[in-house]
């Protein structure tokens, strides 16, 4: 495959980190890979945060992670990061940990307990309850709202023509810091028919600063995972959210979590 073609879909080929070692070298392969994306698009170095994202992952192989350099790590249930936030909070008190699946509300109270992160914000339900229970424990919570930008049914987050309203009820939530806007791409080989999810969350991004007074604190786009973060890139990622590449690949498909398009079939 050719740089300008990352293979978007075939993440069964990623080797499994389990030293270290691996874990440093493959950390340090992706940000090669951010950094010279971010020089290929014209983006400022240090532009974009690498998430390494450890879900399915047992705990001896996220200490590895750990001891290569990771601090933060991404997961996408709540129950399965809460814990490994249990397991590990005595041993390794620095692990901070970002919640970036969906949240129901009654999970609220747990999220408001151990996240630094949550990036799937797509109810005023969810906003409510999170900001109740982070004011009882004295907390903040960086949040990100979540776009459905592929139009899929069965994918989370809010059609782009909800969020202008949405983002406008988020002050009175005064423990929630809106950074800003995380979208899953279309799961399709074909970098042209992603890259469209990327462009259309940076257009709306831009389109809240200029039209909400308080929304210049959204700045971030979460978006773009191992198959597809230099597209992300490119179109304004600020956020990458990381684990085949890192971690290996996974035993679950990605259409166990997500909608795979017609299109990938085919390749
Ligand atoms: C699993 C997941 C990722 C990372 O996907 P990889 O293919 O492992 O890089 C990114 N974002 C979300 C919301 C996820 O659930």
């Known amino acids: 495959m050719s740089e300008s073609a990352p293979d978007l879909l075939h993440t069964e080929h990623y080797p499994t980190s389990t030293s270290v070692e691996a874990f440093r070298e493959r950390i ?11 020089v290929r698009y014209g983006r400022a170095a240090g532009d974009v945060r690498l998430l ?17 350099g990771c601090r933060l790590l991404g997961e996408n249930k709540v129950q399965e990061a809460e814990g490994k936030y249990e397991a590990l909070r005595e041993e390794l008190p620095d692990l901070e940990w970002a919640v970036i699946g969906h949240l129901q509300s009654n999970k609220a109270k747990s999220v408001a307990r151990f996240a630094s992160e949550f990036h799937a914000l797509d109810k005023l339900k969810t906003a409510e309850a999170l900001d109740r229970r982070l004011q009882i424990e004295g907390r903040s919570l960086d ?14 987050g809010l059609p782009p023509e909800e969020v202008h309203a949405f983002v406008r009820e988020l002050p009175q939530f005064s423990a929630l810091k809106v950074k800003g806007l995380m979208t899953l791409a279309l799961m399709d080989a074909d970098p042209e028919r992603v ?7 940076r257009n709306l991004r831009d389109q809240l600063r200029n039209d909400i007074a308080h929304a210049e604190n959204i700045r971030e786009l979460s978006m773009g995972m ?23 690949a996974r035993a679950t498909p990605n259409n166990f979590y997500w909608p795979v398009s017609d299109t990938a079939t085919t390749s």
């Open 28 to 38: 340090a392969l992706v940000q090669q890979r951010i950094d010279a994306a971010c």
């Open 195 to 201: 890259r469209p999810c990327f462009a259309l969350l």
């Open 143 to 156: 949040v990100f709202v979540q776009v459905n930008t592929s139009s899929e049914d069965s994918k989370f």
């Open 52 to 68: 390494t994202v450890s879900k399915t992952f047992g705990i001896d192989r996220i200490r590895l992670a750990y001891q290569a």
């Open 226 to 248: 191992s198959g597809d973060y230099e597209v992300a890139i490119a179109e304004g990622s600020t956020i990458v959210r990381v684990g085949q590449a890192i971690f290996g």
